[in-house]
């Protein structure tokens, strides 16, 4: 059998996006429980490092860096629906286990990107506000105001590289891992590949996920309940879309 990507208009984003919505409504009980999952996470990164909305910022970042990782129960909700199988939520919480090796190389990568990250945004925060950092409502300000633009520039750019590397690599590939049992390099090449033939529909689809989770972290993580499982059924949907399936 062998992968290759296919080619989608720019709209299919939206429909991959309605979807996952249906999934989510199919499902409900069990899609939700990984919504509150997800929202105790992001409550739990508030928590700890609530002192310091630097850290929280970029714990938060992390967290969205390890999101394809993190929905793989609902890639198998979606699968079972896809089937015509009642959605089975004690089945999904260990549905990683047939390629648990591959998945795990995965999730390591993605770890030590986010960590990178975590720890760049955390000197970049240093450099700009050797004083110690300003109060919330100062640097939502600022961020407005574009009165720092150096730091605004440096740390969203630097992010984005970050978050395009990870997204680059994961479009399909821990769904593909997940159904075709495929190794993790031959996953991520196959996610790149994707993303090189569908630019244009892979930036909307970019910014319909950043839109998705930053809807939740704007909620009080409360919106993750409902955002981030969409976002997680929507993905199954795109990941089924955009591989294309040959055998020899």
Not at 67 to 89: Q, T, V
Request: aromatic share 14%; proline share 4%; net charge neutral.
């Amino acid at each position: 059998m062998s992968l290759s990507p296919r080619q989608v208009s720019l709209g299919a984003p939206f429909l991959w996006l309605k979807d996952g919505f249906r999934d989510l409504c199919r499902a409900q009980f069990a899609s939700l429980f990984y919504g509150v999952c997800y929202a105790l996470m992001g409550w739990t990164i508030a928590f700890f490092n609530g002192t310091s909305y630097g850290l929280t910022l970029a714990a938060a970042s992390a967290f969205m860096l390890l999101g394809p990782i993190l929905a793989i129960g609902l890639y198998d909700l979606s699968n079972d629906l896809e089937k015509s199988e009642p959605p089975d939520l004690r089945k999904s919480l260990t549905c990683w286990r047939p390629n648990i090796s591959n998945l795990a190389l995965f999730a390591l990568v993605c770890t030590i990107v986010a960590l990178i990250w975590a720890r760049a945004s955390a000197v970049i925060f240093a450099v700009f506000y050797n004083t110690g950092l300003p109060e919330m409502a100062d640097f939502a300000r600022a961020i407005v105001s574009l009165e720092n633009i150096e730091f605004i520039v440096i740390y969203f750019g630097i992010g984005l590289v970050f978050a395009t590397f990870i997204f680059a690599i994961s479009v399909v590939s821990v769904p593909l891992m997940y159904d075709r049992k495929t190794d993790a390099i031959t996953a991520a090449l196959t996610s790149l590949a994707v993303v090189a033939k569908n630019p244009g529909p892979m930036v909307v689809w970019a910014v319909i996920l950043v839109t998705l989770i930053t809807v939740g972290f704007l909620t009080g993580f409360l919106g993750l309940i409902y955002t981030a499982p969409i976002a997680g059924h929507a993905t199954w949907h795109a990941y089924k879309s955009l591989v294309r399936f040959e055998t020899a």
